[in-house]
C-alpha cells in the first residue's frame, strides 16, 4: 500500500506562479510512474502531467503545456509539478497518483491517490 501527501496549493492571481508536492511512501518509489490529476467543481478528474521512473518519459495534457512542468526526485520520494502562467481555469484540486503507468488511462484505473491540494487563481 502506497501513501500520497500533496502539498503546495493555495490561491493565486491569474499570471502566478505555485509549486505543487507530492510525497510518497510505502513502497519503492522510483520504479513507478507518477501522475498528477486536478478536478474542478462539477467536472471529472483531469489528466494534467505524468512522468516515469527515470524522469525522461513525460507527457502533459493540452491545457498545461508550456506553462507546467512535472518532475522528480527519487532520492526524496517526490513528485513536483511547477505551474507557471497560471489561468482561472486552473483552479481545481491537485490530486498525484502512482502506478507501473499512468499516461493514457482513465482516473477511475488508479487505486492510490492523495487527499489533494487546492489551488485557487483568482482572474
Known amino acids: 500500500q502506497v501513501q500520497l501527501v500533496e502539498s503546495g496549493g493555495g490561491l493565486v492571481q491569474a499570471g502566478g506562479s505555485l509549486r505543487l508536492s507530492c510525497a510518497a511512501s510505502?513502497?519503492?518509489?522510483?520504479?513507478?510512474?507518477m501522475g498528477w490529476f486536478r478536478q474542478a467543481p462539477g467536472k471529472e478528474r483531469e489528466f494534467v502531467a505524468t512522468?516515469?521512473?527515470?524522469?525522461?518519459?513525460?507527457y502533459y495534457a493540452d491545457s498545461v503545456k508550456g506553462r507546467f512542468t512535472i518532475s522528480r526526485d527519487n532520492a526524496k520520494n517526490t513528485v513536483y509539478l511547477q505551474m507557471n502562467s497560471l489561468k482561472a481555469e486552473d483552479t481545481a484540486v491537485y490530486f498525484c497518483?502512482?502506478?507501473?503507468?499512468?499516461?493514457?488511462?482513465?482516473?477511475?484505473?488508479?487505486?492510490?491517490w492523495g487527499q489533494g491540494t487546492q489551488v485557487t487563481v483568482s482572474s
Open positions: 512522468i516515469n521512473w527515470s524522469g525522461d518519459r513525460i
Open positions: 510505502g513502497r519503492t518509489f522510483r520504479w513507478y510512474d
Open positions: 497518483t502512482t502506478d507501473n503507468m499512468v499516461y493514457g488511462r482513465r482516473w477511475s484505473e488508479f487505486a492510490n
